[in-house]
């Protein structure tokens, strides 16, 4: 589709992707998947939210096809990993444009970004 058939589509093609994407967790969510698969509890610490919270959102976004989620058993253990799904993995780039458009516009208007935790 050429850039002049996308703005004559009457509903804006950004607002599809924030649809998907947008929200205060979503975002915080996919931008720490990027390093890798995560359990719910390593996406729990590393996000802050709450459980019901956190399974609302990763249920939407896998509802979406943009994350999987995959048991895993480990012994007597069993738990859950999210990761990617590969259409998830498109949005990458994406995310990745978003955090240097961030932390430019962060420097520019003297907001301070908090140094996150990682997965670990």
């Known amino acids: 589709m050429s850039k002049m058939e996308i703005d004559k589509i009457r509903d804006c093609p950004v607002f599809a992707t924030i ?24 996406l729990r610490r590393v996000v802050g939210v709450s459980e019901k919270v956190l399974h609302e959102n990763l249920l939407a976004l896998t509802r979406d096809g ?30 990745n444009a978003m955090g240097d458009w961030g932390v430019g516009y962060a420097q520019q208007s003297g907001l301070e970004l908090k140094p996150g935790r990682r997965v670990s």
Not at 31 to 42: N, P, Q, S, V
Not at 75 to 92: A, D, K, N, P
């Open 66 to 95: 943009i994350v999987s989620r995959r048991p895993v058993k480990e012994g007597e253990m069993v738990y859950v990993e999210y990761r990617y799904t590969e259409l998830g993995l498109s949005l990458v780039p994406v995310l």
């Open 19 to 42: 649809k998907v994407i947008g929200g205060k967790w979503k975002p915080r969510i996919l931008w720490h998947l990027r390093d890798g698969a995560a359990t719910f509890g390593e």
